[in-house]
């Protein structure tokens, strides 16, 4: 009689390969769980929500600015304006008061403009460093009993000069209010501007 010595098998024992495969199936089947969950959108890596793109991978924007679109900039830093923007109520001939001046006026001051006009004719034709920039030439637009606003005084900056012309001409600096009155105290002019440009 012969005697089988093979041990008994034990189910609940596994062997090596038995365990790697066991392993082997389970890794597969938790990776295919992740994969759902994270598709589904019921978990995210830490630090990241779902739906965001990873900061490595965000385009990362230019901070160089155009050269088209720097000069465009510094264009609208100056106000293009014209005589009406500066006119209020006022009766030709009547005394000046500052509170006659309203609020949008009031907030051009300091501010850079440009404003189209005539030269008032002077003794110079060329070197002009201080000139009168009037609405037209059609008429008397500066001196007793015309409009304070249709005249701006013009003083050009260091080194600036303007030359006399019978055309438009326009003119651009920064805008102010200031009174100037003839010896008998009546207003010739409230409006200056101390330009960098006239022509």
């Known amino acids: 009689m ?3 010595n093979k041990p008994a098998s034990n189910p609940s024992v596994l062997s090596c390969g ?27 890596p830490p630090g990241l929500s779902f739906g965001e793109t990873p ?10 600015v155009p050269v088209a679109a720097a000069a465009e900039n510094e264009e609208t830093t100056t106000r293009v304006t014209t005589f009406d923007d500066v006119k209020f109520d006022m009766k030709k001939g009547d005394p000046f008061l500052r509170t006659m001046l309203p609020a949008k006026i009031e907030q051009m001051k300091g501010t850079k403009i440009r404003i189209r ?10 070197g002009i460093t201080e000139f009168v920039l009037v609405r037209d030439n059609m ?26 012309s019978t055309r438009p001409i ?16 009546k207003h010739l002019a409230i409006y200056r501007l101390d330009a960098n440009s006239a022509q």
């Open 2 to 4: 012969t005697t089988d």
């Open 18 to 44: 038995d365990s790697i495969g066991l392993v082997s199936a389970s890794g597969i089947w938790i990776s295919l769980v992740a994969a759902v969950v994270l598709l589904c959108g019921f978990w995210s």
């Open 55 to 64: 900061a490595a991978e965000l385009p990362v924007e230019s901070k160089l």
């Open 117 to 126: 006009g005539y030269m008032l004719p002077s003794f110079k034709q060329k």
């Open 139 to 164: 008429e008397c637009c500066f001196g007793p009993g015309a409009a304070l606003y249709d005249c701006i005084l013009i003083h050009m900056s260091p080194g600036s000069s303007a030359s006399f």
């Open 170 to 185: 326009t003119v651009e600096g920064v805008f102010t209010i200031e009174e100037f009155k003839d010896p008998d105290g």
